[in-house]
């Protein structure tokens, strides 16, 4: 099966701060996706790479940006965090644009 | 738009019980249907997935059926176990458009009683 790891479960980062979550996936999947996710909204995605070095603006990018440097890893980055950007994030993968996703684990940033 | 509903928000049943979870979708272009699980403070665990050539699914305990011409698919959850409870989302890949196009449900929110 295809795992995809988010290096950290929890983070509690101070408004301002650069911060950077990781994502990795070991099964050379083409497509790689960043949501959020809060309670009454649902899943938004935020950016999405569909090759190294590529990334798509997904509905709500402003805040954040993206890396992909190599095919096995997506990485987020909120320049200046925020605290309306404490929320549930969501790392996906799928091997093709139209395959399903699998997910990490998620990361729930608090930003204060 | 795609706009995907998921009724009930939330369902309770003592355990034993077959049940249904519904997803609702606006849009019938669809490429494919996908079914999750999510624990609480956890990620999305795959399911099912459909395709829209196809008209159901199985995996288990679990059986998804996929109407394109109503909008509508289901989650069929045979002998529900306490280990059942979760919330169980649903994700729409629409036919048309770019790698955005898809919508996820808010879910439904299960509780499986001892």
């Known amino acids: 099966d295809v795992k995809v790891t988010q290096s950290s479960r929890y983070l509690v980062k101070r408004t301002g701060e650069k911060v950077f979550l990781e994502c990795v996936q070991d099964?050379?999947?083409?497509?790689m996706f960043w949501y959020r996710q809060d309670p009454g909204l649902g899943l938004r995605l935020i950016y999405f790479?569909?090759?190294?070095?590529?990334?798509e603006k997904g509905d709500i990018p402003e805040g954040y940006s993206v890396s992909r440097e190599k095919k096995e890893r997506f990485s987020l980055i909120l320049e200046s965090a925020s605290t309306n950007q404490t929320s549930m994030y969501l790392c996906?993968?799928?091997?093709?644009?139209?395959?399903?996703?699998?997910f990490g684990s998620g990361t729930r940033l608090t930003v204060v | 738009k795609q706009e995907v509903t998921q009724i009930p928000a939330a369902l309770s049943v003592p355990e034993g019980e077959n049940l249904v979870l519904n997803c609702s979708f606006t849009?019938?272009?669809?490429?494919?249907l996908q079914w999750f699980r999510q624990d609480p403070g956890k990620g999305l665990t795959s399911l099912l997935l459909?395709?829209?050539?196809?008209r159901e699914q199985t995996s288990g305990r679990l059986n998804a059926s996929l109407d394109k011409s109503s909008g509508r698919s289901t989650l069929y959850i045979a002998a529900s176990q306490p280990g059942d409870s979760a919330t169980y989302l649903c994700a729409v890949r629409l036919r048309s458009g770019g790698y955005q196009k898809v919508t996820f449900g808010i879910g439904t929110k299960l509780q499986v009683i001892p």
């Open positions: 849009d019938s272009a669809i490429y494919n």
């Open positions: 459909i395709q829209s050539s196809q």
């Open positions: 099964m050379d999947h083409e497509n």
């Open positions: 996906a993968s799928s091997l093709r644009a139209w395959d399903g996703y699998t």
């Open positions: 790479s569909y090759d190294v070095k590529m990334k």
